[in-house]
DNA sequence: CTGAAAGCGCTAACAT
DNA sequence: ATGTTAGCGCTTTCAG
């Protein structure tokens, strides 16, 4: 907003028209005579006019803007896979995202909730929330939420992953090559037991999938190769040890493990590499997230998330409150579910 | 900007002042009664008001928000790096940030540019322009510019990383362990060639650090070990094959390999892998950027870039003109060069 | 087909 | 110590 651009009026002025009139070619509005419309035109090109969007938006009482709040675009590529669809979906339609990233702090989060009610957005999301007060504190300003991936129990526009078939499709693979003591390792639920998410934690889906899908196959369960831990981290990249190498030089060796994100399953091919077993000649693993997967050593057999389309489903929820702006009847949330797809690459094979 | 909410007016009548009374006691400004301020507080309090940020910026013509422009915050995590540190330090001073990702696209970049002058950013952070022109669009339009990491010869704020420095510190270490035949594995600066850049490209540097080194210690520069190829792109993770095998598998085979990202340098450990070869037992191997080298199996040594410090560098940059308004006498552009450290981990080992 | 004019919500002189 | 008021740049009725 340096040095003063050129103004509506000043197109006006130059024109000699009314500034009514400008903003009648500006977007193409009722009737114009084609002889002004030209001259009007020529007044744009000259002075490079340039709408002043902010001046515009205290007009129509609209910004088109998205405020979206990462829990941490950082270290999990997931995040930006995310932050990527939505902006591209936002910005197919005009929209545009400011983003706020809060590593995982509610205080930071608040603030953010709290810049974008000032700034006027039309919208609020949030890629997996951190405290269930800042997406009331939206709500309560009149804006809609989306909340992506890791919804708390409060009510709002959702889209979710199908975690519990993620699961399932992995370990069906994992028992169709033949796999029978598959060990299970992820972050703990009890870790955000500070809040409580609408229907049930993202981790025990998956681990409910990994669960079912062993009895149905007439498999026992055994809590002994179940790990969770809290592995995450938004600053320092896991430094907790993984509790694997009991399990990898004990008597009864695991044949196969299914970490629930590729961050983990790269410490885990870490573990197994460090006991000199190979895989997936001693064991086979398999990833979540799909993000760094494939340049893992070997490449990485994971359960892929629709990162980018988390991303532009969550942006397009968002835009129907003002597709039909015509009926204010406010349609109930809704809760989009999408599916993964079990990538298959070479850190899974054949039990031997 | 849903439904209607409270305004500077409707406290100032509640609360039975003027509006420029409440402004006061807002920003804490001018003489105001105690009892005035008790009365007004209780009614921002009880309406819930909060400032029309949008009103504010077309009326104080500044907007405080920074629009960040980047080629692809995927695949390649270096720019979710980045993006965070704009944001943080951009949020540490209350400023906002715009966040659109081309994905390499110049059109789209350009898209970006005009959006961001429409909104009257307050400053525009490329960081890895794609197209000069863009730039140079930004910069007719009055708005201080930052450019990060590879900058285009057009003249503007510029932040960029001591690649020669970084290079130089890892084929030291790479010699230090003994090793001789070294091999450069990078992007080909060819390839960028549609576009002229400020002093010489990344690639060209750290090749340069590369040719050096080896020249300093009174090794022998081997044109057979420089492969440069097209192995960047913005959507599909580089299908493009390594030219490696020929290498690993001939009469002299290298002893190291260095990287010039993390990304390609865990495709170089697949190749090793496919070669029956161990690292670092017979090839060591560093990489370039420090994003998930620490995943990688073995962990990897690499240079690590200071993508946050990069990013909040950015930020310092662009808010200076804002600080000393008073001294309007446009200070020239500046340029900060910011150091790469290597991170020793265990991919590099003494030759055998 | 075009123009006049009323604000959107806020800040900052300028008065008092 | 507080109030009045003139815009910031734009959109959009309402008149003509």
């Known amino acids: ?60 009482q609209r910004t088109a803007s998205i405020g979206h709040i990462l829990t941490g675009i950082v270290p999990n590529p997931f995040f930006a896979g995310v932050a990527l669809g939505v902006e591209q979906e936002a910005s197919q339609h005009g929209w545009s995202v400011l983003m706020v990233n809060v590593q995982g702090d509610a205080q930071r989060e608040r603030l953010g909730v709290e810049t974008f009610i000032q700034q006027r957005m039309d919208a609020i999301m949030f890629t997996t929330p951190v405290s269930e007060a800042n997406v009331r504190l939206a709500l309560e300003a009149g804006i809609p939420v989306v909340q992506v991936e890791r919804p708390t129990s409060i ?33 703990d639920p009890a870790v955000r037991s500070a809040d409580k998410f609408f229907g049930s934690y993202v981790e025990e889906e998956r681990l409910a999938g990994y669960r079912d899908t062993l009895c149905k196959y007439g498999l026992p369960f055994d809590e002994r190769l179940v790990i969770l831990g809290q592995y995450y981290s938004m600053n320092e990249p896991f430094e907790t040890d993984i509790p694997l190498k009991p399990l990898l ?30 895989v997936p000649g001693d064991i086979s693993v398999i990833g979540y997230d799909d993000t760094f997967a494939r340049y893992l050593a070997p490449p990485l057999t994971a359960v892929q998330q629709p990162m980018i389309d988390l991303g532009k489903t969550a942006v397009r929820l968002a835009l129907q409150h003002f597709q039909d702006e015509e009926t204010p009847p406010a349609k109930p949330w809704q809760q989009v579910k999408l599916p993964t797809h079990l990538i298959v690459r070479s850190s899974t094979g054949p039990v031997r």
Chains 1, 2 share one sequence.
């Open 1 to 60: 907003m340096q040095r003063k651009s050129t103004t509506l009026k000043d197109v006006a002025r130059i024109a000699g028209v009314s500034t009514a009139t400008v903003a009648r070619v500006l977007y193409n509005n009722g009737y114009i005579a084609d002889e002004t419309r030209t001259r009007v035109q020529a007044a744009i090109q000259k002075t490079g006019y340039r709408v002043n969007t902010v001046a515009r938006n205290l007009r129509i």
């Open 155 to 187: 009510a709002t526009h959702m889209v979710v992953v199908d975690n519990y078939a993620g699961s399932t499709e992995a370990i069906e693979h994992l028992i169709g090559l033949g796999h029978r003591r598959i060990v299970f390792i992820g972050g």
């Open 249 to 278: 030089q004990g008597a009864e060796r695991p044949t196969a493990i299914f970490a629930t994100s590729d961050m983990l399953a790269a410490r885990v091919l870490q573990e197994i590499y460090a006991c000199g077993l190979r």
